[in-house]
């Protein structure tokens, strides 16, 4: 809960998260709704993967071409706490 107390890199917010959520919303109040509970979903985990590949320095089109070809970008492994 106090991780950012610890780790500098750690936001002490959730700014970012809200941030990431935006467009979902937009979408949500353009349409009336997400489509389906699937389509919703498959939506946010490109965008949470595109966002995690940003904020590891990556170009997002270049981390979105390469997953669609079946190469994946992987974030690394978190230190141990």
């Known amino acids: 809960m106090l ?3 610890h ?3 750690v936001p ?3 700014n970012q998260a ?3 959520l935006r467009p979902a919303k937009v979408q949500q109040n353009v349409s009336g ?3 389906s509970e699937e389509r919703a979903r498959d939506r946010q985990t490109i965008r949470g ?3 995690t590949a940003a904020e590891h ?3 997002m089109i270049t981390a979105l071409r390469q997953a669609i070809l079946g ?3 992987m974030p690394p492994d978190p230190a141990p706490a």
């Open 71 to 73: 190469r994946p970008w």
């Open 7 to 9: 780790d500098l890199k």
């Open 18 to 20: 809200e941030r990431d």
């Open 33 to 35: 709704r997400l489509t």
């Open 12 to 14: 002490p917010t959730s």
């Open 3 to 5: 991780r950012f107390a």
């Open 49 to 51: 993967y595109l966002s």
């Open 57 to 59: 320095g990556h170009n």
